[in-house]
T-cell receptor
Framework: EAQVTQNPRYLITVTGKKLTVTCSQN?????MSWYRQDPGLGLRQIYY???????DKGDVPEGYKVSRKEKRNFPLILESPSPNQTSLYFC???????????FGEGSRLTVL | SQKIEQNSEALNIQEGKTATLTCNYT??????LQWYRQDPGRGPVFLLL?????KEKRKERLKVTFDTTLKQSLFHITASQPADSATYLC?????????????FGKGTSLLVTP
């Protein structure tokens, strides 16, 4: 089954404790992206990757890092989480030819 | 600045009626526009893509129009059902110089009552 898998789905952490949200897709998609969704602000792009070893900033990259060492994986790293990073995070992938995004089920992160 | 505007107020309609949702944009020159459905706490699910040279596209009970002169897309659900209740998002490619970026509107919540 074609899918984008995120882990963890739920996480409560404390300020400053480094964490990684993993994302994996099994569709051999070139493009992967991370979004955060907040009430009243909608979906905002954090980082995206056009292919292996190619990453670029989206609209709200501050406080986040990403890497793309393998085509299927695109982890989101919060080196020193802060309460304003409390949000619902979505990973998505796409074949660049098709254009439609496939989203994961989301990771709800709370930073205390 | 670039903007994607969707009705912020929820749309309440009766089962069987046609729901029409609007997406307006400014400072975009999109090659295409997409519509997604999102259920509470779930990831968005792709519904339809319409290209700049297409006026209208249909898929089962769904119809999308795209007017690049008005900078507007309309999304119609005919013969609506309670199961259609969800938030609907429109998305545009941002023509980023550095790659491919898809920007989303904030979505319109649709409630279909029996």
């Amino acid at each position: 089954e074609a899918q984008v898998t995120q882990n963890p789905r739920y996480l409560i952490t404390v300020t400053g404790k480094k964490l990684t949200v993993t994302c994996s897709q099994n569709m051999n998609h070139e493009y992967m992206s991370w979004y955060r969704q907040d009430p009243g602000l909608g979906l905002r792009q954090i980082y995206y990757s056009m292919n292996v070893e190619v990453t670029d900033k989206g609209d709200v990259p501050e406080g986040y890092k990403v890497s793309r060492k393998e085509k299927r994986n695109f982890p989101l790293i919060l080196e020193s989480p802060s309460p304003n990073q409390t949000s619902l995070y979505f990973c998505a992938s796409s074949s660049l030819i098709a254009g439609e995004l496939f989203f994961g089920e989301g990771s709800r992160l709370t930073v205390l | 600045s670039q903007k994607i505007e969707q009705n912020s107020e929820a749309l309440n309609i009766q089962e069987g009626k046609t729901a029409t949702l609007t997406c307006n944009y400014t400072n975009y020159s999109p090659a295409y526009l997409q519509w997604y459905r999102q259920d509470p706490g779930r990831g968005p699910v792709f519904l339809l893509l319409i290209r700049e040279n297409e006026k209208e596209k249909r898929k089962e009970r769904l119809k999308v129009t795209f007017d690049t002169t008005l900078k507007q897309s309309l999304f119609h659900i005919t013969a609506s059902q309670p199961a259609d209740s969800a938030t609907y998002l429109c998305a545009l490619d941002a023509n980023s110089n550095s790659g491919y970026a898809l920007n989303f509107g904030k979505g319109t919540s649709l409630l279909v009552t029996p």
